[in-house]
């Protein structure tokens, strides 16, 4: 692809793109899981990378991305959730940010109950979190992901790590759907691409919003 190869070279710092449709992508012969992978594959990357999402002030991350939902609670594990944390406090300072503030989602209801609806609360994410924070970083948590969205207009923070996707996506979506972007991290260079689908059923009815669009171009240019 021209595009990967001039990164490669040097020659440009980001890359925009719109929107993939992942099963196009696969009937093309490209069998990756989504575009992330894709890309990563064709920068010969095969780890430390991963998507995050921003809805103006808001960051978005998580620490499982693309499965099936009875998968997430076996992906998460310590290593997976300590590194999510570092990756979200790095990719803001990358940003511009001094000091990051991050806030952690607990995986199950009610971010537990102190043990009675499951153990990833105490046994998995908080100890991190702990971890995290002796180390220095601005991080707390776990809370409880239905009122983590309420919970930032008392607690401003800067970042929220989900543990997968719709737990992130749901509240982002609902707070700007056209004007959130998601960007691929760990790579040569930052890609940014609208935060939402193809849209197949309304193409050719002049309906489509390019407020994700342009947001994604500027942050492109930003990063």
């Not at 944390?85 to 537990?112: C, D």
């Not at 994410?125 to 776990?142: D, F, H, S, T, Y």
Request: hydrophobic fraction near 40%.
């Amino acid at each position: 692809m021209y595009l990967i190869e001039l990164a490669k070279e040097n020659i440009i710092s980001s890359i925009m793109y719109a929107p993939l449709n992942k099963e196009a992508l696969h009937r093309g012969g490209h069998h990756f899981k989504d575009e992330l992978h894709f890309f990563a594959s064709l920068f010969g990357v095969t780890s430390g990378f991963s998507e995050i999402n921003k809805m103006e002030d808001l960051w978005v991350t998580r620490v499982t991305s693309h499965v099936s939902l009875k998968e997430v609670a076996d992906l998460i594990t310590k290593e997976k959730v300590a590194w999510t944390i570092r990756f979200a406090n790095e990719t803001l300072k990358k940003a511009g940010y001094l000091n990051p503030e991050i806030a952690v989602a607990a995986l199950n209801p009610h971010a537990g109950d102190g043990g009675m609806l499951g153990l990833e609360e105490i046994e998995v994410i908080q100890p991190e979190v702990r971890r995290a924070k002796e180390e220095g970083l601005n991080v707390r948590g776990a809370y409880p992901a239905d009122t983590l969205f309420v919970r930032r207009r008392k607690e401003p923070f800067d970042c929220l790590v989900a543990m997968y996707h719709d737990q992130a996506q749901t509240g982002m979506k609902l707070l700007g759907f056209n004007k959130g972007v998601t960007i691929s991290g760990g790579l040569p260079v930052p890609l940014t691409t609208p935060a939402h689908g193809t849209a197949f059923d309304i193409a050719g009815r002049g309906e489509a919003d390019e407020g994700a669009t342009l947001e994604a171009l500027k942050l492109a240019i930003q990063l």
